[in-house]
């Protein structure tokens, strides 16, 4: 007689939750996704001091080519030739809502003239609230 | 199930730009007529003359030398304005490390004049 019967282990990976893990992370991919009507990959200046802008903020990118990119923040965004060409636009994005917010995407590298020359339309057409995108600035040596 | 979740995961993920929505907020003066103009005159005055050269008032200086000159200035005189004067060829990010510095010393008053009121201000004499 066999006081102890062998017992036979299986080596499994318990899966049952693998599809709750699964949805999870969809769901945490869902909400941090934003599909930004500017793709201009730009590498930005940094800074310490970073407030949150707004959602659907009409956006002016600048890259090191001194392409202008512009979108009101809710069209895809399209290129313009000159500082001078956004005028008309940023005057329609005022006239639907004076408060709207601006975001300045410039590249590190441009030159500010190229920035100013736009702030300055900025300011001409009744744009009042700008921001300008920047990285976390971190402490050297990190 | 599993192998659909997964793929959509894969897909999100590969989407997902971590969107920068975040910067500095910079307003422009308002048409309030009860704000006073910035009197260049009594104004502290940076200009950014090139990559990390700084001229505070007629005084070359580094970054750090310009925190700590602001700093001190503020403490005597909260409300005193600060013009950024970025001269044209500068790289962007020289500007924005001023701005930078500015904000996290908590001036209320910086002023970035554009090109053309610099024009203006040195027609009537106020820059050099």
Avoid: C
Avoid at chain 2, 28 to 34: A, E, I, Q, V
């Amino acid at each position: 007689m066999r006081l102890f019967r062998e017992k036979k282990l299986v080596a499994t990976i318990p899966t049952a939750s693998m599809a709750d893990i699964a949805f999870l992370l969809i769901i945490f991919f869902m909400l941090t996704t934003s599909f930004s009507p500017v793709k201009t990959s730009v590498d930005l200046p940094e800074s310490v001091d970073r407030a949150e802008v707004e959602q659907n903020s009409a956006i002016v990118a600048i890259t090191t080519l001194n392409e202008i990119v512009f979108s009101d923040g809710d069209n895809p965004g399209f290129n313009v030739n000159s500082a001078q060409e956004l005028a008309p636009h940023i005057q329609a994005v005022v006239r639907a809502n004076p408060n709207k917010q601006f975001v300045i995407r410039a590249d590190r590298a441009v030159k500010y003239s190229n920035v100013d020359a736009v702030l300055d339309q900025l300011r001409r057409n009744g744009a009042r609230n700008i921001g300008l995108l920047t990285e976390q600035k971190r402490p050297k040596g990190k | 199930m599993a192998d659909i979740a997964f793929l959509l995961i894969i897909f999100f993920m590969l989407t997902a730009v971590y969107s920068t929505n975040r910067g500095m907020e910079f307003a422009f003066p308002k048409d309030d007529p009860t704000q006073t103009n910035v009197q260049p005159q009594e104004a502290i005055h940076i200009k950014i003359t090139g990559d990390g050269q700084y001229t505070v008032d007629r005084t070359p200086m580094t970054i750090q030398q310009l925190a700590g000159y602001i700093d001190q200035k503020m403490k005597q005189a909260p409300d005193k304005p600060v013009i950024v004067h970025a001269l044209p060829d500068v790289p962007y990010y020289t500007m924005i490390d001023v701005f930078d510095v500015l904000r996290q010393l908590k001036v209320k008053n910086v002023s970035v004049p554009t090109q053309t009121e610099i024009e203006r201000w040195k027609f009537f004499g106020y820059l050099e």
